[in-house]
């Protein structure tokens, strides 16, 4: 089995690699004129991996050992990850109410519809808010616990 410098290592790199995937999924989204049925599916073929080469460290890696090295900054590192995931989680529950109304509506097969995304239903307004706050929260938390967790690596593999 492989040492501990080369797990964290990999670890290090497979989180830090996911940030251009939602860097260009956030792109493809904001560059996008109308998000029609292929933009969504382009998005989302674009995000997952980023997703994927995100949560496999932790699941895999970092979840199994945070007892074991449990210090403050450990603990102040898994709460914002924690958090990053829950704003993700707050995120969904806007998107799918915003694509449930959207496919209702036939927005995505049909996307020259003269219609605003506000007269879809009277919450979308509060979905999409939803949306955007859970995106910009997952994102913030995302980069504040990659900067610890690069802090710990850097201090606890790279420096000791």
């Known amino acids: 089995m492989a040492d501990e410098t080369t797990l964290a290592t990999l670890a290090a790199l497979t989180v830090t690699v996911s940030l ?5 999924g956030a792109w493809i989204m904001i ?3 109308t998000v029609t049925w292929d933009v969504l599916v382009f998005h989302l073929k674009v995000i997952l991996p980023g997703l994927v080469l995100n949560t496999i460290p932790v699941v895999t890696w ?5 007892f074991e090295q449990l ?6 590192h898994a709460i914002l990850g924690l958090q990053a995931y829950a704003m993700l989680v707050f995120a969904l529950t806007g998107i ?5 109304a959207k496919w209702t ?3 995505y097969h049909d996307p020259d519809q003269d219609i605003s995304l506000d007269d879809l239903h009277e ?5 999409r ?13 995302w980069i504040l616990a990659w900067f610890l967790g690069m802090y710990r690596y850097v201090s606890g593999y790279i420096l000791a």
């Open 20 to 24: 251009p995937f939602y860097l260009y």
């Open 31 to 33: 560059d996008a004129e």
């Open 62 to 66: 970092m979840i199994p050992r945070l």
């Open 71 to 76: 210090n403050g900054l450990t603990a102040i």
């Open 96 to 100: 799918v109410r915003i694509f449930q």
């Open 105 to 107: 509506a036939n927005l």
């Open 123 to 127: 919450n979308m307004g509060a979905w």
């Open 129 to 141: 808010g939803r949306l955007r706050v859970g995106v910009f929260g997952y994102v913030l938390f």
